[in-house]
């Protein structure tokens, strides 16, 4: 679902951003406005990071090779990641740079002057309808979150930077149309070039806001609380495992979770019953969080004195090791 949805909500942003561009581009032509370049610069900006979202997700559906032995999931972040730099530097600091030159030389708009302000209100017609995509295909993924968090916690990348690029496209237009507005009123191409540095400021903070989540999903994620509590009570439900020793759990892309346990097993008489235990919990994980598609469970035997010494194994089977302050030997380190 939110695959689908996001390529639907990149190609209705795309369509609307290139015609967008062409109107705007026509409309700085005939009456040198800055904030119709800022504009129009910021719609070519905009098709690209569409584009740009586009190769990153036909790129991430390649097989997993030797090389990438779990696949390319995580590659829609990284084109996400490029679309808040292109959006930084070709967006924002292209409109702030052409607000200070504006305001060194101010100049009003005297001829076609009904041009900008028709193109404004039609581009602002034209961004509602993919902003109301955006919407719409978030929807069915965001449940009951607010759309703070909605964007902050998705994990697929596509939806979150289309709803922040068509946002921060409709009050684009509105400050062009103020700085428009204002300059064909009083005659002062001041009023230009404050739009068009409102323009400039909007933009950077939104891609400040997108490099900043497109990190964290970069860095790698967990899975989220609810999932975690789902995936805690489909390993322990069962007579297979006596308690979790410890887990952990990563996004391997927006759809596919890995999720790796040292679970603490009662004594078997054989392997073929240990093996069977172990897929009964794996299909109880998958059945209750269907992106768990990498699982990884290594069987141990709880131990309390261990549990007390807090090494994280938790098992009397950890082999021992000496610390490094006082020489005595102590169960093994998280992760031996």
């Not at 829609?76 to 702030?96: D, H, M, Q, T, W």
């Amino acid at each position: 679902m939110s695959a689908n949805g996001g390529t639907k909500a990149i190609i209705a942003a795309l369509a609307a951003n290139i015609g967008i561009a062409v109107t705007k581009f026509i409309a700085f032509l005939l009456t040198g406005s800055s904030s119709m370049l800022a504009e129009s610069i910021h719609s070519v900006a905009d098709s690209g990071n569409q584009g740009l979202l586009l190769l990153g997700g036909r790129r991430a559906k390649r097989e997993a090779t030797p090389e990438h032995p779990f696949g390319y999931g995580r590659e829609r972040y990284i084109y996400a990641f490029i679309v808040a730099i292109v959006l930084f530097s070709v967006g924002g600091l292209f409109a702030l740079y052409e607000a200070y030159h504006k305001a060194q030389h101010p100049e009003p708009i005297t001829s076609w002057q009904w041009v900008p302000v028709t193109v404004l209100v039609i581009a602002i017609g034209m961004e509602s309808f993919s902003f109301r995509t955006a919407i719409k295909e978030s929807n069915h993924i965001r449940g009951s979150q607010s759309w703070v968090r909605f964007i902050r916690r998705a994990k697929a990348p596509e939806l979150p930077v289309v709803l922040l690029e068509d946002f921060g496209a409709l009050v684009g237009l509105v400050f062009a149309l103020f700085g428009v507005g204002m300059t064909l009123i009083t005659g002062d191409g001041i009023w230009d070039a404050a739009g068009t540095a409102m323009i400039g400021v909007l933009l950077v903070i939104i891609a400040i806001t997108l490099a900043i989540e497109t990190k964290s999903l970069l860095l790698g994620e967990g899975a989220e609380r609810h999932d975690l509590a789902k995936i805690e009570r489909a390993v322990t439900e069962g007579p297979e495992v006596e308690r979790i020793i410890h887990m952990k759990t990563l996004y391997l892309g927006p759809e596919e979770l890995m999720v790796a346990a040292k679970i603490a097993v009662p004594a078997c008489e054989s392997a073929e019953e240990l093996a069977r235990g172990i897929n009964a919990v794996e299909a109880r994980i998958r059945a209750a969080v269907p992106i768990a598609r990498v699982i990884y469970l290594e069987p141990d035997i709880y131990s309390a004195a261990a549990d007390r010494a807090g090494t994280g194994q938790a098992a009397h089977t950890a082999v021992p090791q000496p610390d490094a302050d006082t020489g005595d030997e102590v169960a093994g380190r998280p992760g031996s």
